[in-house]
């Protein structure tokens, strides 16, 4: 309970004092700390992007003209027991013409005599076939099948976005780092010019026997603090940011409770880490 | 309850402080140190603060021997220990109250406690009618006297004072060496380090006079 008027009265105090600098670093800390989150947003954005493309992921497996309904219905039966198929969705040519009509319209093919699509079935597979040393040995087996003239697995779209995907986390990862060292710097050089301003009374604090702890939490509260408020404050820039996107350009997922919560722990931990450092260094420990 | 076994300080190379230097003060006793500028009497309170560190020698003081003393034990030895700054040092945004108050509060005491330890001090040096002033309302004697309060408000087993009528005037420092020596006659083991060898002589306490760093004198 001491420590926590002492520290209020130290943050009055050093808003009164150097109110630009508290100013300055919590502005600082809510700029720097907006670029990682937006890195945050973008990487959950994406990766929830990149679980559809996975869930609506099949396997195009066309059949050879004319096959009988005995070897379709023997065919299905194999594709079923295979290891990463879920489901088996057997396409007629019929139904083939069909899907055509609907994506592209009629005028298409109205002027062919014949119907040139072939039947089809489509494999929906989980996420252990869409490796890819599994799935070109899936691709390898299903075309190596009795009946199957080609097969389709349209997986490069999803190599891709995932490489981009994880392309942005690694790099929002790197971002992250220099931020959190460039705010523990700011919150440390707060917290030395709070502490330089009560250099005399601290020599009093030591002069009596104030122990280190005494001295020091006051102070990396305050570093604590500064941290809390500007990445609190970055976090609802953010949503704002996530609700203009949202309602401008493309819908976006926020962050989960749990994860503004990190978000803002994050900024609480690297002002308290500052400030240590700042005292520790002053207090010459 | 003081030990201090040929005790030398020495600054680098050529600066000698202090030169195997060696004495004892039982508990209860009172020793003005005495000496011009640059005797090295301040270094002998710091040394015995634990503020520096001896080049070769030892100091012990009641249960604490300082060679050994870890940096972490500091505050510990210091809350057993009470100083007077010739400056007063103290916080210009506490009342003299509050300023008595901080050794206790540091020490974790008791609210209840330390209200009644610190009415207890001031009036012992005669500064409880001043205890709601902030310090630039306090005449330099006072002051002194509320930084006197502070030093005994834990009950310190030795009480050091660097220097602590230098910034006041003749009987402002008489008034305050005597209070020093009530101090001492209720019990309370004293050493003031003065410059001011005649006045000092005047209250027939132990002297101890150090030249150039070496213990000259030591008068019971």
Redesign the interface.
Same mark, same amino acid.
């Given at each position: 309970m *001491?420590y926590l008027i002492k520290t209020i009265a130290e943050i009055r105090r050093a808003s009164r004092h150097q109110p630009l600098s508290i100013f300055g670093t919590i502005i600082t800390i809510l700029l720097a700390m907006l670029l990682p989150g937006l890195f945050w947003l973008a990487a959950n954005n994406l990766t929830a992007v990149e679980k559809k493309l996975k869930a609506n992921m099949t396997v195009d497996v066309f059949l050879v003209d004319d096959t009988s309904q005995a070897k379709i219905e023997k065919l299905r039966g194999e594709l079923l027991s295979l290891e990463g198929v879920s489901d088996v969705i057997f396409y007629s040519e019929r139904d083939a013409l069909f899907k055509i009509r609907e994506s592209f319209g009629q005028d298409i093919i109205q002027d062919l005599d014949d119907n040139p699509l072939p039947a089809s079935f489509s494999l929906v597979v989980d996420d252990t076939v869409l490796e890819p040393e599994t799935a070109d040995s899936l691709v390898a087996h299903l075309s190596a099948l009795d009946q199957v003239e080609e097969v389709v697995f349209a997986r490069e779209i999803l190599y891709r976005f995932s490489g981009i995907t994880d392309s942005i986390k690694r790099f929002g990862i790197v971002i992250a780092v220099l931020v959190i060292l460039s705010g523990i710097f700011i919150s440390a050089n707060t917290v030395r010019v709070a502490i330089t301003d009560r250099r $005399?009374?601290v $020599?009093?604090?030591?002069?009596?026997?104030?122990? *280190?702890t005494?001295i020091m939490t006051p102070f990396v509260l305050l570093g604590g603090l500064l941290g809390l408020i500007g990445t609190a404050l970055s976090a609802v820039l953010l949503r704002l940011i996530d609700e203009y996107v949202s309602n401008n350009l493309v819908e976006l997922q926020f962050l989960n409770l749990h994860e503004i919560i990190a978000f803002i722990l994050t900024g609480l931990l690297l002002g308290m880490l500052g400030a240590l450092l700042a005292t520790r260094k002053f207090l010459k420990? | 309850m003081l030990e201090v076994k040929e005790v030398t300080k020495e600054y680098g190379d050529r600066i000698t402080a202090l030169s195997n230097v060696s004495f004892e003060l039982e508990k209860g006793e009172m020793a003005f140190l005495t000496g011009a500028s640059g005797a090295g009497k301040s270094t002998l309170l710091r040394l015995i603060f634990r503020e520096e560190f001896p080049t070769s020698g030892e100091i012990s003081l009641g249960p604490y021997n300082l060679a050994e003393l870890p940096?972490?034990k500091i505050?510990?030895?210091?809350?057993?220990?009470g100083?007077v700054f010739q400056d007063f040092?103290?916080?210009s945004e506490r009342t003299a109250f509050e300023n008595v108050a901080?050794?206790l509060?540091?020490?974790g005491k008791a609210l209840r406690y330390i209200r009644k330890r610190v009415d207890e001090a001031m009036k012992q040096v005669g500064v409880w009618q001043r205890r709601n002033s902030y310090p630039r309302q306090l005449s330099g004697g006072e002051a002194q006297r509320v930084a006197l309060a502070?030093a005994i408000a834990?009950e310190p087993l030795l009480l050091l004072a660097d220097e602590p009528t230098g910034n006041l005037d003749m009987k402002n420092s008489r008034d305050l060496f005597e209070l020093f020596c009530k101090l001492n006659l209720q019990g309370a083991t004293v050493i003031v380090a003065t410059h001011q060898v005649a006045m000092a002589s005047e209250f027939g306490k132990r002297i101890l006079h150090l030249e150039d760093g070496i213990l000259k004198q030591d008068k019971k």
């Open positions: *001491r $005399e009374v $020599e009093i604090m030591q002069v009596v026997g104030a122990s *280190r005494y420990i | 940096k972490s505050p510990d030895l210091r809350r057993h220990l100083y040092r103290l916080i901080l050794p509060e540091v020490a502070r834990n």
